[in-house]
């Protein structure tokens, strides 16, 4: 999967959205969801929070 991909689900979908959702939506693993949510932060695309879910800390993306 790339960047691309992960792109084009959050500017679809238009919400905040876990690792853990998208990679299931594209059937990746949540590691490599998030190395590139990581990038398209850095690069501008996308914004990044933290959240609890479930008593666990995790990042949540979202389309600028």
Same mark, same amino acid.
Do not use: F
């Given at each position: 999967?790339? %960047?691309? #991909?992960? !792109?084009? /689900? ?8 876990s690792?853990? +959702?998208?990679? +299931? =939506? /594209? #059937? =990746?693993?949540?590691?490599s969801?998030g190395? &590139?949510? &990581?990038? /398209?932060m850095?690069?501008? !695309? =996308? /914004? ?6 479930? &008593?666990? %800390?995790? !990042?949540? !993306?979202r389309?600028k």
């Amino acid at each position: 999967m790339t %960047q691309e #991909d992960v !792109y084009q /689900l959050l500017k679809k979908k238009k919400k905040w959205m876990s690792r853990t +959702e998208i990679g +299931e =939506i /594209l #059937d =990746i693993g949540k590691g490599s969801v998030g190395i &590139n949510g &990581n990038k /398209l932060m850095k690069a501008g !695309y =996308i /914004l990044r929070k933290e959240k609890k879910i479930n &008593n666990h %800390q995790t !990042y949540v !993306y979202r389309i600028k």
